[in-house]
């Protein structure tokens, strides 16, 4: 019995992050961040890792690759306020979702923890990661 199965598997998963982008999608400086205007496919990206992540089926792997998160992140400017609005609404679908007490603190603990790592500037927006066009982490080997 894995975690992913005791709460009650994909369906939990697709709730989780069905809540956390509805409220995504009113955020201000989180929804602008989303190369997407249909956030769709990135909250099934999520729910994919997610269920990988707590025991589920591989497919996030099989169609993904290697997670590589703080990778990913790069291009996005993840300063404190932006971890903080994440994990707001990530609070609120967690809540949502009603888990047992001991479900609900693991899986807030390992979300609190994967949030702080993902910070990647302590700059003010504009001067980060792929700001006003500058180039990425990601794009700017060779360039400089
Ligand atoms: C701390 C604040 C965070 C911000 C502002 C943020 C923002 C973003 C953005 C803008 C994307 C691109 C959307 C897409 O095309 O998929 C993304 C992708 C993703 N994020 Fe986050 N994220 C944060 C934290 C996290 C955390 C803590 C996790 C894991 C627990 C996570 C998991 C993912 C995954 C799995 C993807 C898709 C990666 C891929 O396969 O391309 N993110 N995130």
């Known amino acids: ?7 009650g ?3 939990t998963f697709v709730r989780l992050v069905a809540v956390f982008y509805r409220e995504v999608a ?5 929804k602008p961040m989303y190369p997407e205007e249909d956030l769709g496919p990135a909250a099934e990206r999520l729910t994919l890792f997610l269920v990988q992540y707590w025991g589920g089926p591989t497919t996030y792997g099989e169609t993904r690759g290697h997670p590589r998160l703080r990778m990913r992140h790069m291009p996005f400017h993840i300063d404190p306020d932006a971890r903080d609005r994440w994990l707001q609404h990530m609070r609120t679908a967690v809540d949502e979702i009603g888990l047992s007490p001991l479900h609900e603190a693991t899986l807030w603990d390992y ?16 001067i980060g990661p792929a700001a006003a066009g500058r180039p990425t982490l ?7």
Do not use: C, K, W
């Open 1 to 7: 019995m894995t975690f992913y199965d005791e709460i």
């Open 9 to 11: 598997g994909h369906e």
């Open 26 to 30: 009113l955020d201000p400086v989180l």
């Open 111 to 126: 979300l609190e923890r994967a949030a702080y790592a993902m910070v990647n500037t302590f700059e003010p927006s504009g």
């Open 138 to 144: 990601e794009t700017r080997s060779g360039q400089e």
